[in-house]
């Protein structure tokens, strides 16, 4: 009986194993937006490199104009002419003498673009100075100086703030939220703050102290989520495919082992056993027990598929004493006055525990009164585990016997043999197989055969299905046989036993 903790605490785990499935969407969410950030400060790496190279450039050519400019000061004229299409000068200004000598829009002394005063010996000098219209609206002025005949003369050119605005893709990019300039402690738009973390870029220009910071915009932001995201759509879904089929596995498995655990408890396996015919005798020399499962619903069910669930859940052990109680009941009443063979299928590890042991010993001692030999039908496998097979050596002793069941399809090296007491060697299906289907001969049954003989071990061969095969094997001096050609496994009442 299931008590209300114990439901609880199924409850709780079905929670927990509930939580697994949102375990990929965190994942793929994490992941989404590591690489939305990683891309966005990637755009805008690219995009602040670019416009600070744009900006050293601008400022460059300024000064070069201021240059020029110095070339010969004095003639203003030329000077406004010159200047009047260029795009990345708003203004230019000579000054003298602490005077506007000349301005590019003509109207000489109206304004100063920098404080005249504050001028100082510096042959290029950069800072922000304000634009007439507004105090916030601050550009970048550039300051040359030259000594001519004695006279100091500077060219002060104001950069058009609208042409640098767009040369640093402020409000022109859609991918950029606002751009702004750095000069030291300054900044262009007024009083920018610097901003810090992940979606903001600082790019140094080539001029030292002048910097740009980008900020990303939401729209890039935005894109690249959606383009990650839909790049992830794929991945989801595999993984959601896969978490479908473990899951529908694990619940089907998870159902069959509960049906199967139920038919343990409830004994719904029966036996078939399959004749196993001395062609010396015509007689049959023994059988092999072989369980299948009495499904209340599905009616009959072959071990293979039962088996390896019994396996994989540790409960094959329990399904092996169903077997032996089973085949020891229906033998019960049966005496046979010449030794009569019953194999039995044992899994790896049976023999281990000793109380298991000892009860084979005494229902095989049991069984031996009553002329029936009982045989362990192991497999090669088991043969490795040296637990197991000193477990096997000493029920042998005890005299029960032992085969190796599918001989030739296993492990087995052949120096094990002789070493390992056993009794029989049971040949499999698929050499007898072998027999006329390429030559006359089936050579690796031949030494099989052979060897057998040379270690004075009895032969069973399995699966003859054909008269050929079973002559053939006649002629090697192979005269016990279990196969569909004499008769398939079945109930035991259909047995045609020798004696009773
Ligand atoms: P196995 O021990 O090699 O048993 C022989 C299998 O070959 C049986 O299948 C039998 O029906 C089949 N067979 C016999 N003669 C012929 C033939 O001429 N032609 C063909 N095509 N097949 C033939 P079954 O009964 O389905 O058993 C399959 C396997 O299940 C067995 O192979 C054995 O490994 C396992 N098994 C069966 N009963 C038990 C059991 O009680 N305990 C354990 N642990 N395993 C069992
Ligand atoms: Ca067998
Ligand atoms: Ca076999």
Redesign the pocket.
């Given at each position: 009986m299931i008590g209300p903790k114990m439901a609880l605490k199924i409850r709780q785990s079905k929670n927990y194993l509930r939580l697994v499935y949102f375990a990929p969407i965190v994942l793929i969410v994490c992941t989404v937006a590591i690489l939305t950030s990683l891309s966005v400060r990637d755009t805008l790496r690219s995009l602040g490199d670019s416009y600070a190279e744009s900006y050293s450039r601008i400022v460059l050519n300024v000064s070069m104009e201021n240059k020029s400019a110095l070339v010969a000061p004095q003639q203003c004229g030329f000077l406004q002419q010159v200047l009047r299409y260029e795009r990345e000068i708003l203004e230019m200004q000579i000054v003298s003498n602490n005077q506007i000598v000349c301005s590019s829009f003509g109207e000489v002394g109206t304004r100063e673009i920098v404080d005249i005063e504050t001028l100082g010996n510096e042959s290029q000098i950069f800072q922000l100075a304000a634009m007439p219209m507004s105090k916030k609206d601050l550009s970048v002025a550039v300051i040359n100086r030259r000594n001519l005949n004695g006279q100091e003369y500077y060219a002060v050119s104001l950069i058009d703030l609208d042409y640098l605005r767009a040369s640093l893709g402020y409000r022109t990019d859609y991918r950029v939220s606002s751009s702004a300039l750095f000069i030291g402690e300054d900044s262009a738009p007024y009083n920018t703050p610097r901003a810090s973390g992940w979606f903001a870029y600082v790019a140094q220009t080539d001029i030292p102290q002048h910097q740009i910071q980008v900020i990303a915009s939401n729209e890039l932001i935005i894109e690249k989520t959606w383009f990650y995201s839909l790049a992830a759509i794929p991945g989801t879904l595999a993984v959601y495919i896969g978490f479908f089929f473990i899951r529908r596995h694990f619940i089907r498995n998870q159902g069959f082992h509960n049906e199967v655990k139920q038919a343990i408890r409830r004994k719904e396996f029966i036996l078939?056993y399959?004749p196993q015919m001395d062609c010396n005798t015509g007689e049959l020399s023994g059988v092999?027990?072989?369980?299948r499962w009495m499904h209340p619903e599905r009616g009959l069910i072959?071990?293979?598929v039962f088996?390896p669930v019994l396996e994989e859940f540790d409960l094959?052990d329990q399904?092996?004493d169903i077997?032996v109680e089973r085949a020891i009941s229906d033998f019960s009443s049966y005496s046979f006055s010449q030794p009569f063979h019953l194999g039995?299928?044992?899994?790896p590890g049976y023999f281990v525990s000793s109380d298991k042991q000892r009860l084979l010993i005494e229902q095989a001692a049991l069984l031996r009164e009553r002329g029936i030999h009982l045989g362990l039908?192991i497999t090669e496998r088991q043969l490795l585990d040296s637990s197991a097979k000193s477990a096997i050596a000493s029920l042998r002793q005890s005299g029960l016997e032992v085969l190796i069941?599918?001989f030739g399809t296993g492990q087995t090296s052949l120096a094990m043999l002789e070493t390992t007491p056993i009794d029989y060697l049971k040949i499999d299906?698929c050499f007898v197989d072998s027999i006329g289907s390429q030559s006359a001969t089936a050579p690796v049954l031949d030494a099989i055969i052979s060897m057998a003989k040379g270690l004075d071990l009895n032969i069973i061969t399995?699966?003859?299905?054909e008269q050929n095969q079973a002559d053939y094997l006649v002629s090697r001096g192979v005269y016990i046989h279990?196969?569909?050609?004499y008769s398939?496994?079945v109930p035991f009442e259909s047995l045609a036993l020798p004696v009773k």
């Open positions: 078939h399959q092999e027990a072989l369980v072959y071990p293979d088996i094959i399904l092996t077997v039995i299928n044992f899994p039908e069941d599918d299906k399995e699966g003859v299905e279990q196969g569909y050609l398939k496994p």
